[in-house]
């Protein structure tokens, strides 16, 4: 039997706490889950940081440690715009993951 993948571990712990799910969920469709910013653009951009608190309703420091999470999983990038940090899905990473698990997980292996 061979090792888990450590990108399927990561995947695997950042998706595995219902904080981090539900902030992907919402990422996933920002225009259906947050208003539109001042500044950055909800889809081109992702979302500014202080509107993921405000509507999960956690503290910042909170926030940034379940993103930091899902960054190190790559399964979201931050892009600094003025002084406010915004969030965005990496669609392609969360595909891949999971097809890498079903493969992984597949009884034929």
């Not at 919402?26 to 993921?52: K, M, S």
């Not at 909170?62 to 003025?82: Q, W």
């Amino acid at each position: 039997m061979e090792a888990p993948d450590p990108s399927s571990l990561a995947f695997l712990r950042a998706m595995s706490n219902d904080k981090r799910l539900l902030i992907v969920q919402w990422l996933l469709n920002p225009t259906a889950h947050f208003p539109a910013q001042r500044d950055g653009d909800l889809i081109e951009d992702g979302v500014c940081l202080g509107a993921i608190v405000r509507k999960i309703e956690l503290k910042q420091p909170t926030v940034t440690g379940h993103l930091k999470i899902l960054a190190e999983a790559e399964l979201v990038h931050s892009k600094p715009i003025k002084n406010w940090v915004f969030y965005k899905v990496d669609q392609a990473a969360i595909t891949a993951a999971l097809s890498k698990l079903s493969t992984t997980l597949s009884p034929e292996r």
